[in-house]
């Protein structure tokens, strides 16, 4: 027997809108997941800020700053928007954002320690 499209009342599972972490979680995995990624990222640039040569020093401490104020946002729509969807939307988008930023920060950072060794290497 086969099924039409349309007659099927449950949302298809293997959708990424349809997912428990966007439909019906309380955000608290965002804030979990976010405060480790923060962690990781933090432990990055403060590894650029300390232990390279300085010349990424203002974009690590940018790329901190940044993530710092994109956790941030995601702990304040956990508290501030209502529960459902809209919600773990914007934690969703916050905690992206976040990783995203976060991510080009560091390869930025690397790039510049990479041509500071370049130049240091070729003088």
């Given at each position: ?7 099927d009342?449950?949302?298809d599972?293997?959708k ?15 804030i979990v ?12 640039f403060?590894?650029m800020?300390l ?5 990424a ?14 956790y ?7 508290f ?6 809209k ?15 976060s991510?080009l920060?560091i390869w930025?950072c690397a ?8 130049t240091?290497a070729?003088?």
């Amino acid at each position: 027997m086969e099924r039409q499209s349309g007659s099927d009342p449950r949302p298809d599972p293997t959708k990424m809108a349809n997912q428990p972490a966007l439909q019906t979680s309380s955000g608290t995995v965002w804030i979990v997941v976010g405060g480790l990624f923060l962690l990781a990222s933090l432990v990055s640039f403060g590894a650029m800020v300390l232990g390279g040569n300085g010349q990424a020093v203002p974009v690590a401490i940018t790329g901190a700053l940044l993530a710092v104020a994109l956790y941030t946002a995601l702990v304040v729509a956990r508290f501030s928007v209502g529960p459902g969807t809209k919600r773990l939307r914007v934690m969703a988008i916050c905690m992206l954002t976040m990783a995203f930023t976060s991510l080009l920060g560091i390869w930025i950072c690397a790039l510049i320690e990479g041509a500071a060794l370049e130049t240091a290497a070729g003088s």
